[in-house]
């Protein structure tokens, strides 16, 4: 098929990167990419699958941690830190991978580490977690902070550097043609071409240029997630080299949303996702300022409404990227879903010829996967407000109630008597037991009388003490002196491409 991607920047040349390295040579791809159209590129992170992608694990397309890590300005990140989110417990870190018994009920690691270690250090249960108090680097078990303008580049350059393996187009969409079935036919560029294709992916962000075109219709999370600002900026670290690239994302609760903090190789990328219901951006501004104690300069204001496309496949049209679905930048689910519908759509539903492809069984199974999955998505960003601050008018609006959806209202409930397992959460790639687990033990909703009850319960509660303190007295990590220097410190690696 000929398979034509609006857009370029992070979603369009993943998209192109992943089809031209599944189905080899199947079909014909083209990115329309306008040089005219910018990328903020202020410092993004990412989760586990996106460093499956990266060291060639997805596919076979020629990757590697090394060059991508250079080329994209990156760090390492292991997890998030979050400050400041509860009215009852410390700041707490919560690692990207699970505890060693996360699939078994009870979870006796998880459970024993609350009882020992509750609340802020309940991420001793993972040995990400055990790496990150110990300075120790973690195996294959991470991900990256990276020059978001610099990601797209990297893979249309694995693209484009060895036998052409996607055409690219660099103008502007104009205009999008219907044929009669109310399909896109074809596109009209500012350079004057017209493309046909068969098949179209909408990657052109929050402008949506294809599925406005198809009447996909925007369902708004605004009611759950009333975030709808972002305020990024750059900070330059010290010339003298004594700034400290931590391998974690800082998310700092603010007066009326929270702060991201993401180091790169050579500055911190930052910003501040806020309501504009309970702050102006003079207010948003100022704020940041007094917090960190010197003067900032915003890159722009970028405006946003949280929420997903009705339904992201439509006649012969993906919408994948912002133009598929947003959230906030809390859990980096952007890039996360990305690939995931990618993968989905290429491996249940693509096919060499369109009419195989738009079986309409294919398309209603895949919309009603990817819109459970960002409902879910919605949920899980959702908890991470629930901590009972109550300090300004924003977190006096949150404590409300007003913002939960059913589950988190319901799991909230649930806490209050069990520590759930992980077949209480659908599993969506993403967001699987141990993650929500992080932040209901970081937030306080998981006591450590009850962890102790259900191991009780299971029988386990003697045996995983002794199983825990062999644990601690040999943690399983891994240090930092057997890795290369550019993923120990890679601001100060002497490697460059």
Known sequence: MKIVIAGGGTAGWIS???????????????????????????????TGMFYQLVSDRIV????????FMMRTDSTLKY???????????????????ASDTANAIPDVHFLQTLIQHPFEHISLASTVGLCYYNNKAPLREYAFHFDGHKVGKYFEYLLMKDDNKVKKVDAVINKVNLNQQGEIDSLILSNGQT??????????????????????KWVSYKENLPADRALPFIVDYKMDGTDKIEQLTKATAMSSGWMW??????????????SSEFLSEDEAHREIELKLGHSVTPIKTIKFEGGRADNLWVKNCLSTGLAGSFLEPLEATSIHATIIQLLEFIYQCLTPDKQSTLNPASIKMFNSKMN?????YRDFVVLHYQGGREDSEFWRYIKTGKTLTPFVSDLLEHCKDHVPTHLYYENYLGTSAPL????????????????KQELQRYGKLEQSAIDYRRYMDYPPFYNNNDWPEFLVNPKNASQSL
């Open 261 to 274: 903090s993401i180091p790169l190789q050579t500055r911190m990328g930052q910003g501040y996702v806020y």
């Open 79 to 97: 997890g998030i830190k979050h400050e400041g989110w509860s009215a009852t417990t410390k700041d707490y870190f919560a690692p990207l991978n």
């Open 436 to 451: 929500w687990n992080w932040i209901l033990a970081g937030l306080g909703k998981l006591s450590p009388e009850i962890a």
């Open 372 to 376: 459970n999955m960002f409902d879910d």
């Open 16 to 46: 192109a990167y992943l089809l031209a390295n599944s189905q080899v040579g199947v079909h014909e791809i083209t990115v329309i990419e306008s040089s005219e159209i910018g990328i903020i590129g202020a410092g993004e992170g990412s």
């Open 195 to 216: 493309i046909q294709a068969d098949f179209f992916i909408d990657c052109t962000g929050f402008a949506r240029v294809l599925s406005k075109e198809l009447g996909v």
């Open 60 to 67: 076979r397309g020629g990757s590697s941690v090394e060059e």
